[in-house]
């Protein structure tokens, strides 16, 4: 029996998408290819609000992250990490021998702006690397207020990890200062895994013609020549697959659903799970950060997670453990992509019957 | 009208390998995630005829030829290269701070065993990379032979960029000694695009614990031991349907097929267009290392390609032009993956009638 997956990513994908995937090949040297591209790339333009170039990368969210963390740092970054996603920045950059050093906050609170301000200040800094929303600990950092901050210092390069909150939140790029703003297919785009994208500003571009050891693959200069050398197209070749199903889903997302609705109907799954769990559990994060595609439960009832997401596995349902060290001290449910209040609600209902909670 | 493709990746992909691109969703830590990966592993080990383990990459093969030039030089690097692909292993080298040198020959000639004992004999080199396919101009290099030379030398790792034959012609990957064997899905294997796999030998892994400076999406040791401590999981999201549709497509391979007969057919149809191309233009690769996946054409009637290709995209047909500086002077056609004699036939008549040929 198909589990619906409520783990943050890989999510639900509608059948309407999955069927997208089945389309017979073209080739990725053709003039549909470039339209195809370009057509994916105008249409992210609006769901991340800007107007820098849209990059595509056949990876997962990890990819470009390398990719950015590597490219954009020409003296040493700064990582502000909130949990396991952050801390993969920190090891990014060391393992490519970036310079970079890490600030971490206990798990389940947020980066402040002033933690940011007071590293930057001190002038050692030409990248910053923050996660929107950890998937680890369900916290979502204030980004934009951070990206104001970085502002003030006009050599800092800001990347940011969105894998798990783009098309699930609103995330003004260009109003916030982001130079690169990652996301891939898996999570609130509601697609299968397999691609990712980012935004590239000119400020990022500039950035990494200046750093000499960018590597090949996951070079993001390299995609940005590519694009404007060979009208929209692809250095390797990348996913068909994917950038089918992504053209049509980013249609739906804009011209179907709506990106406000969108964004409005992640808020109210939100809302609805976090009074679940604070009714019958506790939240695990900060209130004032609360993720909107994802609610980090703390396990306060000491119930045997696996033993639960193994009964509602009988029943249909997937649910996720606590990520790493919070495996079992907690619990992760995710409300994002296509899923709606109704499929919350039989969840819910499904999990307090099993636990026999009402 | 869909084109049916003869260009040498995107391949055609039959109609039930898409279908499993569009099956639902599973978590990628889940149980099945694992068994899905495992079997998969197992069957390519007949694919390559190696006791090797078997690491899978959400990239194209590029990414994984990265991987494998990055995470397995020590000292330096020997690039045998005979057209672009061999190029572009020398550039990852390089693009990575590799100690690497290239060893270049003609156009439409092979490598021979000699240069390759010629140059390792000064013992400077502790891995050689060579392409087995070369997809631009149609060679097919001894790699037999090749290894032969290799063996010699215990020291260097031998690392062969299969891409475009794997699956389509033998490689018995331990019998010739090579230590990472990289090819991607949309070729011989007859996938769409967005999935790499390679073998990986103890010595290579024993190699890459030796190199600091690996990487992290790329880094062939990442892959490996996530293997062994995750029980066959990748470290981040993969593309979980070009997992479906692999599964399906070795087992079709191996159980319905069968290996010898694939590898037969390729031969058989290399044959019918080699002849064809010899009886109206002329071939441009050397007679003795003829590709059995894909045939370049010299274009000695100076028919316009590209007027060619158009007209037979009318009649839902497309072949490939030269590559690079190869245009024009030749075209290529590909006679890979599912493609069967009859399709070779119908597409060869078709250029006959286009041009006037007889």
Not at 106 to 134: F, I, W
Not at 327 to 346: G, L, P, S, V, W
Request: proline share 4%; with cysteine; net charge neutral.
């Amino acid at each position: 029996m198909h589990k619906k997956l409520f783990i943050p990513g890989p999510v639900e994908v509608r059948p309407d998408v999955l069927e997208k995937m089945a389309k017979p090949m073209i080739g990725h040297r053709s003039k549909e290819a470039s339209e195809l591209q370009r057509r994916i790339s105008d249409n992210l333009r609006k769901v991340f609000f800007t107007e820098s170039e849209i990059l595509l990368s056949t990876t997962s969210g990890s990819g470009l992250m390398e990719g950015a963390i590597r490219s954009c740092t020409a003296k040493r970054a700064a990582v502000f990490s909130v949990g396991a996603f952050g801390k993969r920045w920190y090891e990014m950059a060391i393992f490519n021998n970036v310079a970079a050093d890490i600030f971490e906050v206990e798990m389940g609170k947020a980066v402040t702006p002033e933690m940011v301000d007071k590293e930057l200040s001190t002038g050692k800094y030409d990248l910053v690397a923050v996660t929107h929303n950890e998937t680890s600990t369900g916290v979502m950092n204030p980004i934009k207020e951070i990206g104001e901050v970085v502002k003030k210092y006009p050599e800092v390069v800001f990347i940011v990890d969105t894998v798990s909150s783009a098309a699930g939140t609103k995330i003004e790029v260009d109003n916030i200062g982001i130079d690169v703003c990652i996301t891939s297919s898996q999570k609130a785009l509601g697609l299968p895994p397999g691609l990712a994208v980012c935004t590239f500003s000119n400020k990022a571009k500039e950035r990494a013609e200046k750093v000499p050891n960018r590597g090949f693959y996951l070079d993001l200069l390299s995609l940005y020549k590519y694009i404007q050398k060979k009208d929209y197209q692809y250095p390797s070749t990348p996913s068909i697959p994917h950038m089918y199903a992504l053209d049509y889903q980013l249609n739906y997302i804009l011209n179907e659903e709506g990106l406000e609705n969108r964004f409005n109907r992640h808020l109210e799954m939100a809302k609805v799970v976090r009074e679940w769990a604070k009714k019958y559990f506790e939240l695990f994060p900060d209130e004032n950060y609360l993720s909107n595609t994802l609610t980090t439960v703390k396990n306060s009832r000491g119930i045997d997670v696996s033993a639960l997401n193994k009964e509602l596995g009988k029943r249909g349902f997937q649910i996720s453990n606590g990520y790493g060290s919070l495996k079992d001290k907690t619990f992760r449910i995710a409300h994002m992509a296509d899923c709606k209040i109704e499929d919350i609600n039989e969840l819910l209902s499904n999990i307090n019957d099993i636990l026999g909670l009402e």
